[in-house]
């Protein structure tokens, strides 16, 4: 017996060595090429810096295998569009695009109305390091035809300059990045392949001059229809486990960052400041389009965090907050917004809304139009609005809720300004309740409210740190507990108390300056005024 178990030990090891060796030698096939347009020659091998071609179509590729590495000498220039089809790397062995060398990124451009770099039915492929620019095409286009894709990261990459020529029209989705003159697409909208791109990254990459930032579609359904009358007919593919992390989006005629059909998507640390630049509007005024910084069409089980949301300018839209299209249980928290044309403008269909959520988040001078919580009678269902500072604001609408609650924010109104409701908002089932409403009438449908000054602890509104609460303020332990509240503010503390607004602690020693009985009743006066007059000028509008 002790023989027989050593000789099954021996083949054991053997067999162990083998898998090993066929692991080294799997590992071995993959290689590295070098492309250098400044000193290459496509007559080289590619298989060295002291080899290299000069151009993407000097290499010459029999196989692909992962961990394959194509690298783009810094401080050169490459000018062929790059379509890659069926690439396949693995979690562990990635296929990768990038850089090596001293000196500025290498710049990966096209001057045709083409994307730089193409990837269908591709997986587990890196681009990263690099800068991307195509004046009459675009970035990125990541698309399926006939398989899923799986895991592909795009890394440390400068997109600039893919305007749309003009800034009043809105660029079309529907058929790649390059149509769009975005930084990156995945698929198109609506006509999009059964197969979706699943866990997809974007990290640490700048997105300047350009018409559309990541536009991110799934598959609606098998016909290919956004529009189908019948909710019924909506048979979504989701894209699941997008991740678009540190990133900076400027300057930009139309949207960031747009969540299209996904699923447990992640938007985080993000900055998208001076986008949708394109009012909207033709010679008479009219609104021609519409376009938003950071939005959800039809997706679920997703979230927008810690973003800096600013200087959005489209008369129509131009909001930070938006759930579109069907989107349920998605979520924007520890939202940065300031001097957009508005906070929130949610645009349900069908049977509306379900489950979404907007919590601790500070808004600033988003007055150039107004905000609403649901555009519609389809309405947002069981809306989460808590823990919200919102300052400066233009006319707000609570309406077309229903089973909502909207609890412990700060409303503080531009003068002349109201805040609009629906008169039988209660008897849907709204809990409207332990809110602060300052330089404004309290909604009639509001219950535990406090109409004063809210006691900051500033007044630069430029500075965040003005928003927290003085320890006197009224606010401080006004609010009420939420169930499955986070457990940290806007500002990144953790929650010591039931406060109104998006600031959760004890409150700084900074004295609070309460109104006199006097100033109150001047103060209601006045708001009364101010809202007769906005009356009448809507019925002129």
């Known amino acids: 017996m002790k023989k027989t178990g050593k000789i099954i030990s021996i083949i054991l090891s053997i067999c162990i060595l083998l898998g090993t060796i066929s692991v080294i030698s799997f590992a071995t096939d993959s290689k590295t090429y070098y492309i250098d347009s400044i000193n ?53 062995n990635p296929i990768v695009i990038s850089s090596y060398g001293d000196g500025k990124k290498a710049i990966l451009r096209t001057d045709l109305a083409t994307e730089v770099i193409t990837l269908i039915d591709c997986s587990y492929i890196t681009v990263s390091d690099l800068e991307i620019t195509a004046p009459n095409g675009g970035g990125i286009w990541i698309n399926t035809a006939n398989k899923t894709s799986e895991g592909i990261t795009l890394d440390n990459i400068y997109f600039h300059d893919m305007p749309n020529g003009k800034v009043n029209g809105r660029s079309d989705c529907q058929s790649g990045a390059a149509v769009a003159r975005a930084a990156v697409m995945v698929k198109s909208f609506p006509k999009a392949s059964r197969f979706p791109v699943n866990n997809l990254t974007i990290s640490n990459c700048e997105v300047d001059n350009i018409a559309n930032g990541f536009i991110i579609w799934g598959s609606w359904n098998e016909q290919g229809n956004a529009w189908v009358e019948n909710e019924n007919d909506i048979d979504p593919v ?118 979404n959520t907007v919590r601790y988040c500070l808004s600033i001078n988003d007055n150039g139009g107004r905000s609403t919580t649901a555009v519609g009678s389809a309405g947002e269902h069981k809306l989460n609005f808590y823990n919200n500072t919102i300052i400066n604001s233009a006319e707000f609408h609570l309406k077309n809720m229903y089973n909502a609650i909207v609890a412990n924010n700060i409303f503080v109104m531009n003068s002349y300004e109201i805040i609009a409701y629906d008169a039988d908002s209660l008897f849907r089932g709204n809990k409207i309740t332990n809110n602060c409403f300052y330089n404004v009438l309290t909604p009639l449908v509001a219950t535990n409210t406090i109409n004063t000054n809210p006691g900051f602890a500033g007044t630069d509104t430029e500075d965040i740190l003005s928003y927290v609460l003085s320890k006197d303020s009224p606010l ?52 009364i005024f101010e809202t007769l007059v906005h009356e009448i000028m809507n019925l002129f509008d």
């Open 40 to 92: 290459g020659d496509d007559a080289n091998s590619a298989s060295s810096p002291d080899d290299a071609v000069k151009t993407i179509n000097g290499l010459k590729l029999d196989t692909i295998n992962p961990g394959d590495t194509f690298l783009f000498r810094n401080g050169g220039t490459y000018n062929d569009p790059i379509v890659i089809n069926n690439w396949q790397g693995t979690k562990e």
């Open 238 to 355: 989701f894209n699941e486990g997008l991740l678009i992390t540190d990133c900076y989006l400027h300057n930009m005629d139309a949207e960031a960052i747009l969540i299209g059909i996904c699923d447990d998507a992640l938007v985080t640390n993000c900055r998208m400041i001076d986008t949708c630049q394109g009012e909207g509007l033709d010679e008479n005024g009219e609104i021609q389009f519409f376009t938003a910084a950071c939005w959800f069409w039809g997706s679920v089980n997703s979230t927008v965090q810690y973003c800096e949301i600013a200087g959005q300018k489209n008369v129509g839209d131009g909001m930070t907050v938006d759930f579109d299209s069907y989107s349920h249980n998605c979520t924007y928290q520890y939202i940065y917004s300031h001097d957009n044309m508005r906070f929130v403008c949610n645009n349900p269909n069908y049977s509306g809304h379900h489950g």
């Open 476 to 527: 401080i332990g006004a609010g009420i507990e939420i169930e499955g509240a986070p457990a940290t503010d806007f500002f990144g503390n953790e929650i010591t108390s039931n406060n109104i607004g998006c600031y959760g602690g004890n409150g700084v020693d900074v004295p609070y300056e309460a109104e006199t009985s006097l100033n109150r009743i001047i103060r209601f006066i006045r708001n």
